[in-house]
């Protein structure tokens, strides 16, 4: 079945030590995103690709970088991880179709729980 | 930054009883998305309506939009206890990107 694969499902680092999350996708979408989203909140949007062109969000700190290598995989990397950013971080993707690029639903990958110690 | 507010923030209701939650926007949009999401699990994608429609529908769900008024209501009807999760709008903004943003969520309860 085409999916969002998000590795590892839980990840645990120590404060400041670098850590990338993983994202994959089969369905070829042209777009992908990176949420985070804190215990009963909203998700919040970090960044998104629109095939190679990263495009991301005023308010997302310089701590969190991405990289899309392919169409299929995306990055997240924390450089130095603080107490708040433990957090479900999700994985999207979304494509676009026609002259205009008319932008279709989203999928979700099953997330990462982050905890920082 | 989040886009939209929903209402109410939390919701019980019985079970066969219908359940609406609102979603609130501040920009133009060109979709509107509702998500359920249960406990501590990924998102469900439920509906997504364009701009230039008003209504859809998806087994017993209702989802109406009223741009001019830059709201949207999602309708349950007959709510099961399986029903009950957090259900969130997501938007994104007319002429400016691929973004979707999420509202504050609501969190429905169906007692059996």
């Known amino acids: 079945d085409a999916m969002v694969i998000q590795n590892p499902r839980y990840q645990v680092t120590q404060f400041g030590k670098p850590v990338t999350l993983s994202c994959s996708q089969t369905?070829?979408?042209?777009?992908m995103y990176w949420y985070q989203q804190k215990s009963s909140q909203a998700p919040k949007l970090l960044f998104h690709y629109y095939d190679k062109d990263f495009n991301n969000e005023a308010d997302t700190p310089d701590n969190f970088q991405s990289r899309r290598p392919n169409t299929s995989f995306c990055f997240l990397d924390i450089r130095s991880p603080g107490l708040g950013d433990a957090a479900m971080y999700l994985c999207?993707?979304?494509?676009?179709?026609?002259?205009?690029?008319?932008?279709?639903?989203?999928?979700f990958g099953p997330g990462t729980r982050l905890t920082v110690t | 930054s989040q886009q939209g507010e929903e209402d109410p923030q939390a919701l019980s209701i019985q079970e066969g009883e219908n359940a609406t939650m609102n979603c609130s926007y501040k920009?133009?949009?060109?979709?509107l998305q509702w998500y359920r999401q249960n406990s501590g699990r990924g998102l469900v994608h439920l509906i997504l309506i364009r701009s230039n429609e008003r209504e859809k529908h998806s087994g017993r769900l209702r989802v109406t939009l009223d741009t001019s008024k830059k709201s949207s209501s999602l309708l349950i009807t007959a709510s099961r206890a399986a029903d009950t999760a957090s259900y969130f709008c997501?938007?994104?903004?007319?002429?400016?990107?691929?973004?979707?943003?999420f509202g504050t969520g609501t969190s429905l309860t169906v007692i059996p």
């Open positions: 999207a993707t979304s494509r676009t179709t026609g002259e205009g690029a008319r932008l279709h639903e989203q999928y």
């Open positions: 369905l070829n979408h042209n777009v």
């Open positions: 920009t133009s949009i060109n979709n």
């Open positions: 997501a938007t994104d903004r007319r002429f400016t990107g691929n973004q979707f943003y």
